[in-house]
T-cell receptor, first 115, second 110 residues
């Protein structure tokens, strides 16, 4: 089973709203990722959590705040977003250790529109 | 700047033909290579991973890796219209970050 789930599927929010994206995996993976993908572009890495600790922040603006409550869950808290933040937000997970365990499996994504 | 280069396409092939997708990468120390398929409006789906020089086959898909030439390819045999998608090449860099190419759009004509 290589399933990563994400909620909600779609989200429309105003620039003053606060919302959260949720991601869950039950594969025992110990690394979880947030990516942002704009139309006709590849995914761009935002954050990496390894063993529930933030290990990589790709200089993401503070209006995006990640959280990893436990090894299965990953949240992305959104506040005061800009219209240019509208994109597909993807969560992924992978195991750690041997090179083969870095295979990343993506969830279906949350389509975010900021108005 | 670590780079992964792909021809953006579209690559158009007739149904039943072999589709050949190519990718080059700049980070010589990379050890892990992946191909993802992404349908329009959907998330990337991992279809192949390859770690050693040579060929790796899985059903109609064959991944080929040549580390000396820093070149990865994906062959799709007996292409079907349902294979029409964007194919993303991805390379794991020395920081364990996945670096994606810009993707090649494949169109399989019925």
């Amino acid at each position: 089973d290589t399933e990563v789930t994400q909620t909600p599927k779609h989200l429309v929010m105003g620039m003053t709203n606060k919302k959260s994206l949720k991601c869950e995996q039950h594969m025992g993976h110990r690394a979880m990722y947030w990516y942002k993908q704009k139309a006709k572009k590849p995914p761009e890495l935002m954050f990496v959590y390894s063993y529930e600790k933030l290990s990589i922040n790709e200089s993401v603006p503070s209006r995006f705040s990640p959280e990893c409550p436990n090894s299965s869950l990953l949240n992305l808290h959104l506040h005061a977003l800009q219209p240019e933040d509208s994109a597909l937000y993807l969560c992924a997970s992978s195991q750690k250790g041997q090179p083969s365990s870095y295979e990343q499996y993506f969830g279906p994504g949350t389509r975010l529109t900021v108005t | 700047q670590k780079e992964v280069e792909q021809n953006s396409g579209p690559l158009s092939v007739p149904e039943g033909a072999i589709a050949s997708l190519n990718c080059t990468y700049s980070d010589r120390v990379s050890q892990s290579f992946f191909w993802y398929r992404q349908y329009s409006g959907k998330s990337p789906e991992l279809i192949m991973s390859i770690y050693s020089n040579g060929d790796k086959e899985d059903g109609r898909f064959t991944a080929q890796l040549n580390k000396a030439s820093q070149y990865v390819s994906l062959l799709i045999r007996d292409s079907q219209p349902s294979d029409s998608a964007t194919y993303l090449c991805a390379v794991l860099d020395s920081s364990y970050k996945l670096i994606f190419g810009s993707g090649t759009r494949l169109l399989v004509r019925p």
